[in-house]
């Protein structure tokens, strides 16, 4: 998932330099709601393996 934000930000960025403004701002806005995402997963994932404990 990660990966698809990074995807986005790339295309926000070349787009933004191409003067594609509205186009860069929809890819923008798609890598940002990606990223917020992976975090929350990523945290959800932290926090169930701490709960979880270690197994011998």
Known sequence: MLSWSLTF?????IAGILGFSGIAGAAANIAQILFFIFLLLLIVSAVSRALRGKRP
């Open 9 to 13: 930000f790339i295309l926000a960025i």
